[in-house]
């Protein structure tokens, strides 16, 4: 018989659980829900992070973000994104550039969608050329892609 301490372990197992596509974003969040990075919310990211490269690669200046509707936020760029699945608030992109490292975050997210932001940056980084540094965190119900 299971305790009541091993059921809880099970399901908080099976709540981060997820699954993903063969190009490896994500299919579905924990006990498949829909996941929270919507098209909209990925093509935002994807926007943050081509900024991000050409910023450190080109000198070209995180405005060009405006564009794409972005505003200025703190040391930086944000786009609040309409996100039905989020009961309140929004999703938001927010880029970030230091002088020295540019990051892209993108919220709220499941665990397992780190995996999407993962593939956007490769796709974003792809045939560019250049030796970038990439490192990816989990922040709260974030997630954040560095480049250096």
Do not use: H, W
């Not at 305790?3 to 490896?24: E, Q, Y």
């Not at 909209?40 to 926007?47: C, I, P």
């Not at 927010?94 to 997210?109: L, N």
């Amino acid at each position: 018989m299971l305790r009541k301490s091993a059921i809880v372990l099970l399901m908080s197992g099976l709540a981060a659980c997820g699954s993903t596509n063969t190009d490896g974003s994500v299919a579905s969040g924990p006990l498949g829900q829909t996941p929270l990075m919507t098209p909209a919310v990925q093509v935002a990211a994807q926007q943050g992070l081509e900024a991000c490269i050409n910023t450190l690669t080109l000198g070209a200046p995180l405005s060009n973000l405006a564009a794409y509707n972005f505003a200025p936020s703190r040391n930086g760029y944000r786009l609040k994104i309409d996100n039905p699945l989020i009961f309140a608030g929004d999703s938001a992109v927010a880029v970030k550039f230091d002088g020295t490292e540019c990051s892209v975050t993108a919220g709220p997210i499941y665990p397992v969608e780190i995996q999407t932001m993962q593939t956007i940056t490769a796709n974003a980084l792809s045939g560019r050329g250049n030796n970038l540094q990439v490192s990816f965190r989990r922040s709260s119900e974030n997630v954040v892609a560095i480049l250096r």
